[in-house]
C-alpha cells in the first residue's frame, strides 16, 4: 500500500482547500493548528477545527494515530494531524503537554524563530540549546506521544533534542543549507545525525527555502533531493510542504511578530517583499505532488524510492513513534 | 536626611511584619509580588496587596517613585514597591510592560534561575544572553519605568543587560562569588561593569548566598561589603535581604518548582535540607539593619558611607532612574 502525506501545511482553510488536499490524493496532513497562541486560544483553535470536520466529514476527519491514515486511505478521505510551530500552548506548565496530546496534538515545535522556555529559534544570535524546562517537556512528549519538530530551531538545540529525546524526532519543513542557505535550512552534519537517529526530514516547498525562491525549478528540487538521500537515506525523507493557501499578509506578519516586538520584524522576507511569496508554478498547491513524482522519477529514484518520499516514508515513522 | 531601604522582601505579609519593617524603620521595601505568575494571577497579587494597603494603612502604602520614600519618611510609614522575580506576567507580550507598570511594578527580574524568553536563568548549562525579545522588553521597561533586576541571571545574560538597557540596572539581591561561590553570587568583573554603568548591588542576608550559610558572621559580612566597595564604590552598594518571614516551606519548593518539572528541583538547597533556611541570629528579621549598621562602622565605613549602604544608595537610585 502507498500513502501520500503533506507532512506541513498552514492554509487558510475552507472547502476548497480540502478538496485540492483529496485531488493530490493525501492521506494525511499534518496541520499547524497554532504558533503563538495560549492554551485558552488554542483551543479555540480546536473548536473552529471541530466545525471543519463537521462540515466536510465526506473529505476529513481528525487523525491520531498511523491506522488513521490507513482509514483515511481505505475511505478515500484525508487524516488530519494537529501540530504546534510553536510551544506558546504548554505556556510554562508541563502538565500542559498531556492536555495538548489529548485535544489531538501529536507534533510541537520547541521554538519559532525567537528563544522560547525549551530551546533557541533560528533566528537568535545564540544558541543555547535546550533549557530545563525543555530537557522536561521533551521527556513528557515522548511519554504521552507527541513528536519533537525542529523545524525552526538554532543548530546546538536540534542538535540537543535529537540526543535527548528518546523517540526520533523531525524537522517537518525545511531544506539543506547546501543547497539555499536560508536561516531556516539545516546543515549536512544536522541532517546526517537526524536520520542516524530514525528522525524525518520533510522538504519544504516554500519559496524563502528554495534556491531561486518562487523561480525555482522542479529539476533543481528533485537533484537536491536526490543529493539529500545520499546523506540522509531516502527512507529519512518526506514532504512537509508549508503551504499557506489563501492565507491573507496579515497572517505571515502576525507568524514573524506575534505580540514580540513594537517595530515590525520581516523574518524571512524584506520590507518591500514583506507578504507570503508566490509560490513554484509547479507546486502552486497539493496537486504538485504529481509534478513532484514526475521529477523524482526523472532525477533517478526508483518508483518505490518515489513513493516513500511523496508519504510512505512519513507512514512509517507515524507507525514507528507508535510503537 | 537619611533613608532606610531594604531592596528585596519576599515574607508572607501580615501586620506583624508590616510592624517589625517599622520597627526596623525602613522607609521603603521592595517587594516580589509574583515569581511564576502570569498577568491574570499577577492582577490577584494585586488585589491582595490593595487589602494589605487599606488594613495597614497607618504602618504602610504604595510606593510609586522616590517622592514616595520621602513621604514615608516624613509619615513614619514603609513604602511598599512591588517587584517580579520571574517575567511570567508579561507572558510573550510586549504591551504588558506597559501594563504591570501601571499596576505599580517598578523591577522586574529577567530570568528566574531557568531560561525566559528574555534571557538566561544562573541555573542553565549555557547561556545565550538577552534574547530577541528580551531586547525589545528592555528598551520598553525603559520607556516606561521598571528597573531590569538580574539577580537570577546567567553571567553572560547580565553583561548584555547592562549593555541594552539605557538606564542602570539592578542586582536586588545577591552577593559576590569571590566571598561564596554560590551560582546565585556574581563575579568581580560583572560587579565592576555593572557599578559603571550606575548600576545597583543590593546585598542578600539569605543564608544559601552567605559564607557559612546561617552561621555566617556578622562580621564576616561587613568584611566582604568592604571588599565589594573597593569593587564597585560604596555608592553602588545597598541591602536587599531576601527576607522571607513565615513562609511555609511549600513555598521555596513552588519558587524553584514552579510548574516546569515533574520531578523535585532542590535549587539552592539538597534533598535533606530542602526548605527555607535559618536566617543568621543578627539578621532574623529587618531589624538586623540596627546589627548591620553597628557592624559596618566597626568594619571601619564612614556614617555617611553606612547611611548609603543602608537606603541612601537605593535612594539615590530611585531618584536617578525617575529623572
Not at 542538535?159 to 549536512?188: C, G, L, M, Q, V
Amino acid at each position: 500500500m502507498n500513502y501520500k502525506i503533506d507532512n506541513l501545511q498552514y492554509c487558510k482553510w475552507n472547502r476548497e482547500v480540502f478538496k485540492i488536499n483529496r485531488e493530490a490524493n493525501l492521506d494525511a496532513v499534518h496541520v499547524t493548528v497554532v504558533y503563538h497562541e495560549d492554551y485558552d486560544e488554542f483551543l479555540k483553535r480546536i473548536e473552529e477545527w471541530k466545525k471543519h470536520f463537521d462540515e466536510n466529514s465526506d473529505l476529513i476527519f481528525h487523525g491520531k494515530d498511523y491506522k488513521d491514515i490507513e482509514k483515511a486511505k481505505k475511505e478515500n478521505k484525508t487524516s488530519i494531524f494537529f501540530g504546534f510551530q510553536n510551544c506558546s500552548p504548554i505556556e510554562d506548565n508541563i502538565n500542559l503537554v498531556e492536555k495538548v496530546h489529548e485535544q489531538g496534538c501529536r507534533f510541537m515545535q520547541l521554538t519559532y524563530n525567537n528563544q522560547s522556555l525549551l530551546a533557541t529559534g533560528c533566528y537568535e544570535k545564540n544558541d543555547s540549546g535546550v533549557t530545563n524546562f525543555g530537557k522536561e517537556v521533551i521527556k513528557e512528549m515522548n511519554r504521552v506521544g507527541i513528536v519533537v519538530d525542529m523545524s525552526h530551531s538554532a543548530e546546538k538545540s536540534t542538535f540537543d533534542a535529537i540526543e535527548i529525546s528518546e523517540k526520533p524526532i523531525a524537522i517537518t519543513h525545511a531544506n539543506p543549507s547546501f543547497w539555499y542557505d536560508a536561516k531556516r535550512n539545516k546543515s549536512k552534519e544536522l541532517l546526517k545525525a537526524l536520520s542516524e537517529s530514525g528522525g524525518m526530514l520533510g522538504l519544504s516547498l516554500y519559496p524563502h527555502h528554495l534556491l531561486d525562491n518562487s523561480n525555482c525549478s522542479l529539476e533543481n528540487f528533485c537533484e537536491m533531493t536526490a543529493k539529500v538521500a545520499e546523506i540522509m537515506g531516502v527512507e529519512n525523507i518526506g514532504i512537509g510542504s508549508d503551504l499557506c493557501l489563501n492565507q491573507p499578509d496579515s497572517v505571515v506578519e502576525w507568524m514573524r511578530n506575534g505580540t514580540w516586538t513594537k517595530t515590525k520584524n520581516f523574518g524571512e522576507g524584506t520590507k518591500k517583499n514583506s507578504g507570503f511569496p508566490k509560490q513554484p508554478e509547479w507546486f502552486e498547491d497539493a496537486r504538485g505532488f504529481y509534478n513532484l513524482e514526475n521529477g523524482l522519477k526523472k532525477t533517478g529514484f526508483s518508483e518505490n524510492e518515489v513513493n516513500g518520499i511523496l508519504g510512505n516514508n512519513w507512514f512509517n515513522f507515524y507507525k514507528e513513534i507508535n510503537k
